[in-house]
């Protein structure tokens, strides 16, 4: 009967301690928790980076199909004007400092 106690104790101590390194350990509880948030994280990145990949196809699409985007593109990014057009250029008036 002791024999048994003893048994059931030392089995008893080895579970727990077996827990203690699940949960307190660098390699247990903690790190699948960072994981997950790591995985998370790179997931809403992915999300973004897809929906930005979106908008550049879109565009890339425009452009390959339409003459109208390459001018409008043209005229935003690099300040292109056309032949017919007339370039006006409003200059804000400086306030005097007197």
């Known amino acids: 009967m002791g024999g048994s106690r003893w048994l059931l104790i030392m ?3 080895a579970g727990l301690g077996l827990q203690a390194e699940l949960w307190l350990s660098d390699d247990g509880y903690r790190k699948t928790i960072k994981l997950r948030t790591a995985v998370a994280e ?3 990145l992915n999300e973004s980076l897809r929906e ?3 908008a550049l196809d879109a ?3 425009n452009l390959k199909q339409g003459r109208d985007a ?3 593109r ?3 990014d690099l300040g292109m004007i056309g032949k017919s ?3 006006y250029q409003v200059v804000p008036v400086a306030s005097s400092s007197y």
Do not use: G, I
């Open 42 to 44: 790179q997931r809403e």
């Open 52 to 54: 930005r990949n979106a």
């Open 85 to 87: 057009e007339t370039f």
């Open 70 to 72: 390459a001018e409008e």
């Open 11 to 13: 089995l008893a101590l």
């Open 74 to 76: 043209a005229r935003t």
């Open 59 to 61: 565009e890339v699409v």
